[in-house]
């Protein structure tokens, strides 16, 4: 009789024990190599979006507009912080770029302050660019505290600046654990005062408590910096009356930067080998309120006149020229702006240059 071949029973549960054996190797071998590929992806993905949010709050914040900034010293206890910048526009030509001004407001997303939200908006035509930190939150590590800080510095020369300091953790899973990490820098606003001319200095003292007239005359909240300027501002005239018409008074605007900013003398510069005493003047009337477009600057020869509008130097802030009536001892320039620069684009005007 033939004997039979094949496996035993015990045979075929050894030969599927190994073999379960064999393919859970595998599948541990293969799989783990597909996880470490997924992870490594993942934080990619994570970097990649903390890297875009810093390079978007450093490169505006760069050229934030110092006055502009609310508050202009965020804490770990902010929730909202917002600035207005001036950026290139990024054409391949660029000649053909322009500056374009945005507003920028960094915030928490909701209440649960797991994610950060930065809007950046287009002012000119209103259209909004806006990005989530991060996009998941699942994978936020934040804990309430705002990640945009300032710190106060002195400089060698005694002066101080304010630098913002940008934090954001991060969140992701390497080789099966879950890794954090924070990136930071740190930003100086590259449009400090010490830039700026002593025309644009005087102009913008000027046209900011313009500004805050009108913000407070619609209603508008004003930012800290703004509000600091009008305490200072009440002090001076004594008053505690937000809405004071001092705001709106070219005298007495020009009285309390006459005192408090240039110490009772104003500022002189050297036009054409003559000295000449520059100061602001702002047109508007009882029927016409001041506003920005019409502040500019208006010099004398003689230190000691302080009021009249027959003059016979004009600084358009247009152009940033100043312009010199040669032969007439003065013409009134008691206008607004845009006859003003008729006028002084007419005959027996020059444009003349200072050292």
């Not at 300091?165 to 930003?187: C, D, H, R, S």
């Not at 619609?218 to 001076?236: A, I, M, P, Q, Y």
């Not at 130097?313 to 020229?321: C, M, R």
């Amino acid at each position: 009789m033939k004997k039979q071949s094949g496996f035993t029973l015990i045979e075929l549960v050894v030969a599927m024990a190994v073999l379960g054996l064999i393919m859970g190797a595998m599948v541990h071998l293969f799989g783990s190599s597909v996880t470490s590929l997924h992870v490594g992806a993942r934080q990619e993905v994570v970097y990649e979006e903390a890297r875009l949010l810093m390079n978007e709050l450093k490169t505006t914040l760069r050229y934030a507009a110092k006055d502009s900034i609310d508050p202009e010293q965020p804490t770990v206890s902010t929730s909202k912080f917002s600035y207005k910048c001036n950026l290139w526009d990024r054409h391949m030509d660029i000649a053909q770029g322009t500056n374009k001004e945005y507003k920028v407001t960094v915030e928490w997303k909701d209440d649960t302050k797991k994610q950060l939200q930065v809007t950046r908006e287009d002012i000119t035509d209103g259209s909004k660019k806006i990005t989530v930190f991060p996009n998941d939150s699942n994978n936020s590590i934040f804990e309430g505290k705002f990640p945009v800080t300032s710190e106060t510095l002195t400089l060698n020369d005694g002066n101080t600046v304010i630098m913002y300091k940008i934090a954001l953790p991060l969140q992701y899973e390497f080789n099966g654990q879950m890794k954090t990490q924070t990136l930071e820098t740190k930003v100086v606003p590259s449009k400090d005062e010490v830039t700026e001319t002593p025309e644009e200095k005087m102009l913008k003292e000027y046209t900011s408590l313009v500004s805050i007239w009108h913000k407070l005359k619609n209603g508008e909240v004003l930012t800290s910096s703004e509000r600091n300027s009008l305490d200072d501002f009440k002090k001076f005239f004594g008053t505690s009356n937000d809405s004071l018409w001092q705001l709106g008074n070219n005298d007495k605007i020009r009285e309390y930067l006459l005192s408090e900013k240039y110490g009772g003398a104003w500022f002189s510069v050297n036009i054409n080998g003559k000295t000449v005493y520059m100061n602001p003047y702002g047109y508007g009337d009882t029927n016409v309120p001041i506003t920005v477009d019409n502040v500019f600057l208006i010099g004398y020869t003689d230190p000691d006149k302080t009021t009249g509008w027959n003059v016979n130097y004009v600084y358009n802030p247009e152009n940033k020229k100043w312009y010199h009536l040669i032969k007439n001892s003065g013409v009134s320039v008691s206008l607004p702006f845009n006859k003003v620069k008729d006028l002084i684009s007419g005959s027996g005007w020059e444009i003349v240059g200072r050292s």
